[in-house]
């Protein structure tokens, strides 16, 4: 399977078996995460991959998920932040599709006591061996909307067709599909449909979805996709707001290297 396929093939995994992850795979993760491509090079980010019993001492979540082993990620708070977060987390995940390493984002997550210096905490990736969850086969198996759901108008080029499936294939909260798209050229503008009621949660994790479908977007694109915040954009319907322009990559935008917290 290669990371494009597992954009499709990819379950939420919510029981895993006790078989462990090996320590080489645990390793070949953290130089994974020493090569990923931020959404923002300059938001400083912490990623530590703790054990069932490590994560269970220092954090609470209503969803007791029997993973061995859990990757929280923490990060300066600057704009653009929990969308950041998204989008390195998706990549992990996609990264595990593709070794046969089952995963869930866990939403209900809040540590159990916050230690001086530690960045702010953002959001938790459970993974492990899957217990009984087949891998998707076709996009059709997806719960999601179609395409003209949530692209708004024409798309605008058929070479943009891929990318957009791929972002809406993304999982999301409550796989609420927040994301909204609209193509001019070949350049995709990202939106988020606001929630019919503002909470504050709600909305913070909204903006990780956005990071999450931008992950599948570019990975998609074999990494031929930056993402920029422009001034000049598509005027989106009201209900919606925008996040990011999806341009085709060039020598003058670059996305730099994420390092593990060692």
Known sequence: MTRKDAIIARRSVR??????????????????????HPLHASIKININILSRADFQKNYRTTFAANASHY????????????????????QIILYLTEHDIGSCWLGMVTPKQEVSGQLPYVITI???RADNSPLRRSPDEANRKLLHEIVLGKISHPSLLDLLNAGRLAPSSMNMQPVRYI???????VYRKAPLISINKLEMMQAIDVGVAMANIF???DGKRVFVREKNYPT???NCIYEYTALEYSDDIKNDEVEEDK
């Open 219 to 221: 990975v998609a694109s």
């Open 71 to 90: 990757l929280v990620i923490r990060s300066v708070k600057k704009d653009g932040w929990l969308e950041n977060a998204g989008f390195i987390g998706q």
């Open 183 to 189: 193509t001019e050229g070949t350049n995709i503008y």
């Open 15 to 36: 029981t895993y078996t006790e078989e462990p992850i090996k320590d080489k795979q645990l390793l070949d993760l953290r130089r994974f995460i020493g090569t990923l």
């Open 236 to 238: 989106p319907p009201s």
């Open 126 to 128: 459970c993974f492990g």
